[in-house]
């Protein structure tokens, strides 16, 4: 039922910043735990950052923490990631995904075999 699109991916320089943005049809996201995914050419799946379905509590990976900031719009229905500092190292198709939780929950979920709902993705390229 419910549906995530992702927009916002674009070509930046290093050091350049970028917001993605992960649209939810079908639901309201104060019952869905969301992810930030992304994939290199070359790598494998890895994970981004997470806020909790209450959106009180967001959890960051090594690569992103204190250069990538995750939130979410008042009308529950939009997750973004802003993106500073930008190096090529972060060139990937960006994917949000959204994992059924119970309202008010301030888990985050770090697995993504837990998260039920894909969007597309979203290319984003750091280059010169």
């Known amino acids: 039922q419910l549906q995530l699109v992702e927009s916002g991916g674009d070509l930046v320089q290093p050091g350049g910043s970028l917001r993605l943005s992960c649209v939810a049809s079908?639901?309201?996201?104060?019952?869905?735990?969301i992810g930030w995914y992304r994939q290199a050419p070359g790598k494998e799946r890895e994970g981004v950052s997470y806020?909790?379905?209450?959106?009180?509590?967001?959890l960051y990976e090594p690569s992103v923490k204190g250069r990538f900031t995750i939130a979410r719009d008042d009308a529950k229905t939009t997750v973004y990631l802003q993106m500073n500092n930008l190096t090529p190292e972060d060139t990937a198709v960006y994917f949000c995904?959204?994992?059924?939780?119970?309202?008010?929950?301030?888990?985050?979920?770090?697995?993504?075999?837990?998260?039920?709902?894909w969007g597309q993705g979203t290319q984003v390229t750091v280059s010169s």
């Open positions: 079908g639901g309201t996201l104060d019952y869905y735990a």
């Open positions: 806020l909790s379905a209450s959106g009180r509590n967001t």
């Open positions: 995904a959204a994992a059924r939780s119970p309202g008010g929950s301030d888990l985050v979920v770090r697995p993504a075999t837990m998260y039920n709902y």
